[in-house]
């Protein structure tokens, strides 16, 4: 039963962690045209799958990861420290981006746009944030729980799900620009919560999940009130 209830919590725990993959996921593949979105998120979601899958192989490595590899200014920093502080500079980098070509830069019928999104480099960048999550993920995992399998069957249980929750978020962020904003201003959170953790200053993910729903319903609020206008 204890292990049951262990499995339930860190399944719902990986959904809430796996958000932010999706919505990177979504927002990258809607550079590409119509009919390769699917097969960046099917690729993106499975990757993040046997990247986990593998990482649990090797959980003895991943543990090593938490140990103190040097210290600047008082501050430790471990290996899962480097790659959450790097992978955070990279998300906000990202999302800054985004928002720029969004709000500033070419407009959404820009031949440039297709241009220059090509699926591997997209795909790419969706390994590289995969990596980062996935680590994150399973200290986050090992923590919580001691038997390998329960560990197992939630990272597939989760990814299911991704997969299943990817298409409909997808479309909903693309059909709603303000949305895509909001989004992306989310990554630049998260981003900021990676580096934050990275330097061990823990940043609740209860209160940044909290502002983003606030800000999400806020804005579903206005989006029903222009409609009635």
């Known amino acids: 039963m204890d ?122 960048e969706v390994i590289i944030l995969d990596l980062v999550f996935s680590i994150d993920s399973i200290i986050t995992a090992v923590g919580m729980v001691d038997e390998l399998w329960v560990m197992y069957t939630a990272v597939i249980v989760t990814v299911i799900i991704m997969l299943m929750a990817s298409k409909p978020i997808s479309e909903f962020i693309r059909k709603h620009p303000s949305f895509k904003i909001l989004a992306l201003c989310f990554l630049m959170l998260i981003g900021v919560s990676l580096i934050a953790e990275g330097l061990h200053f823990e940043i609740p993910k209860g209160y940044i999940y909290f502002s983003m729903a606030f800000a999400f319903l806020v804005d579903i609020i206005q989006m029903k009130t222009t409609k009635k206008i």
């Open 3 to 124: 292990a049951i209830i262990a499995l339930i919590s860190l399944i719902a725990l990986e959904v809430i962690l796996g958000i932010d993959n999706i919505i990177f996921i979504s927002i990258l593949a809607d550079k590409l045209p119509e009919q390769d979105r699917n097969k960046l998120r099917y690729w993106g979601i499975g990757l993040a799958m046997v990247m986990r899958l593998i990482l649990l192989a090797f959980i003895s490595w991943i543990l090593k990861l938490d140990q103190t590899l040097f210290s600047i200014a008082e501050i430790d920093f471990t290996g899962k420290g480097l790659i959450l502080i790097i992978g955070g500079l990279f998300l906000i980098y990202k999302a800054t981006k985004e928002i720029y070509h969004k709000t500033e830069a070419a407009n959404e019928d820009s031949p440039e746009k297709t241009k220059s999104a090509s699926f591997g480099k997209l795909l790419s």
